[in-house]
């Protein structure tokens, strides 16, 4: 199958959708006493399994390039999972979903202090609407400076979403995507599960297996599997700007999903708040220069 720009950005549209259902799946799993490390290792064993399943082909011709390739991103991705799993046990759905968006603002500067290319001017633009956001949807003008932890946690996450996407972009080209989704979920699984294995088999007693283990089947075979091998094509075929307008509508899609099926009440903070953090994210992505030039021609 040939894969088109147009079907790409079909692909990545998919996985946002999906991505912003993952956040309740993700909450419902952590309200029924399931530890971060326990859903993540799980959700990466069924994407791993189901990789290995249907690319085993490509798995049977891995090279040493691919396996070290897919090592260093299924780290870096495990990471994120992890700190956003834990954040999202001590803040709503609609908060982690849109904080985690902020990935797309890091990832400029990360490539300037990595490879010395100095940030564009709209960046400072971006990230000044950003922190007024934020500022409004945890309520800052209102009660104080006072992030919660599990915002703080998956602030935290996002950065390493960022490296991940920096990754990808400076990776070799011809390493395999199959392989990439396959040791995507291997390292998650190992890591997820020797996370719990030491740091949460206190929690094991308390979990409510019948309401907990349902939604992370959802999410290792929809969000893991479906969603992130999608990601993984998709931005192969497709430009950087259109992917990351695309993707980052994640936190959109999140925080709909959320207020539609009562996990929080619609307020004017989450109105406003999440409207300047997509605003900024736009303004990130966007080029507007060239968008200048189109019109003045246009006239």
Same mark, same amino acid.
């Given at each position: 199958?040939?894969?088109?720009?147009?079907?790409?950005?079909?692909?990545?549209?998919?996985?946002?959708?999906?991505?912003?259902?993952?956040?309740?799946?993700?909450?419902?799993?952590?309200?029924?006493?399931?530890?971060?490390?326990?859903?993540?290792?799980?959700?990466?064993?069924?994407?791993?399994?189901?990789?290995?399943?249907?690319?085993?082909?490509?798995?049977?011709?891995?090279?040493?390039?691919?396996?070290?390739?897919?090592?260093?991103?299924?780290?870096?991705?495990?990471?994120?999972?992890?700190?956003?799993?834990?954040?999202?046990?001590?803040?709503?759905?609609?908060?982690?979903?849109?904080?985690?968006?902020?990935?797309?603002?890091?990832?400029?500067?990360?490539?300037?202090?990595?490879?010395?290319?100095?940030?564009?001017?709209?960046?400072?633009?971006?990230?000044?609407?950003?922190?007024?956001?934020?500022? *409004?949807?945890?309520?800052?003008?209102?009660?104080? !400076?006072? &992030?919660?932890? %599990?915002?703080? #946690?998956? $602030?935290?996450?996002? =950065?390493?979403?960022?490296?991940?996407?920096?990754?990808?972009?400076?990776?070799?080209?011809?390493?395999?995507?199959?392989?990439?989704?396959?040791?995507?979920?291997?390292?998650?699984?190992?890591?997820?599960?020797?996370?719990?294995?030491?740091?949460?088999?206190?929690?094991?007693?308390?979990?409510?297996?019948?309401?907990?283990?349902?939604?992370?089947?959802?999410?290792?075979?929809?969000?893991?599997?479906?969603?992130?091998?999608?990601?993984?094509?998709?931005?192969?075929?497709?430009?950087?700007?259109?992917?990351?307008?695309?993707?980052?509508?994640?936190?959109?899609?999140?925080?709909?999903?959320? *207020?539609?099926?009562?996990?929080?009440?619609?307020? !004017?903070? &989450?109105?406003? %708040?999440?409207? #300047?953090? $997509?605003?900024?994210? =736009?303004?990130?992505?966007?080029?507007?220069?060239?968008?200048?030039?189109?019109?003045?021609?246009?006239?």
């Amino acid at each position: 199958m040939t894969v088109t720009k147009t079907r790409a950005n079909a692909m990545l549209a998919v996985a946002a959708m999906i991505w912003g259902s993952g956040y309740l799946f993700t909450k419902l799993a952590t309200n029924a006493g399931m530890p971060a490390g326990l859903i993540n290792g799980i959700r990466g064993l069924i994407y791993a399994g189901l990789a290995g399943l249907l690319f085993h082909k490509a798995l049977a011709k891995m090279t040493r390039q691919d396996f070290a390739v897919g090592l260093i991103a299924g780290t870096i991705n495990f990471l994120g999972f992890q700190l956003q799993t834990i954040g999202l046990a001590y803040t709503t759905p609609a908060n982690n979903a849109f904080l985690t968006a902020i990935y797309v603002l890091f990832v400029p500067f990360i490539c300037w202090l990595l490879f010395k290319q100095r940030p564009e001017r709209k960046s400072y633009v971006a990230i000044g609407i950003c922190v007024i956001g934020m500022a *409004v949807l945890t309520n800052v003008f209102g009660q104080g !400076l006072s &992030l919660h932890l %599990g915002d703080l #946690l998956t $602030l935290a996450s996002a =950065v390493f979403y960022a490296l991940q996407i920096v990754y990808f972009g400076t990776a070799p080209a011809e390493s395999s995507p199959w392989v990439l989704a396959f040791m995507l979920g291997a390292t998650q699984a190992v890591y997820g599960l020797a996370w719990s294995g030491l740091f949460e088999r206190h929690a094991y007693a308390a979990i409510d297996w019948q309401a907990g283990l349902w939604p992370v089947l959802v999410l290792g075979l929809l969000s893991s599997f479906g969603a992130q091998t999608l990601q993984v094509i998709g931005q192969r075929h497709t430009d950087p700007t259109p992917a990351g307008l695309i993707l980052m509508t994640e936190s959109l899609f999140g925080s709909l999903f959320s *207020v539609a099926l009562g996990f929080e009440p619609f307020t !004017l903070n &989450l109105l406003i %708040g999440g409207t #300047l953090i $997509l605003l900024a994210l =736009v303004v990130m992505q966007v080029g507007w220069r060239h968008t200048w030039r189109l019109y003045n021609r246009s006239k």
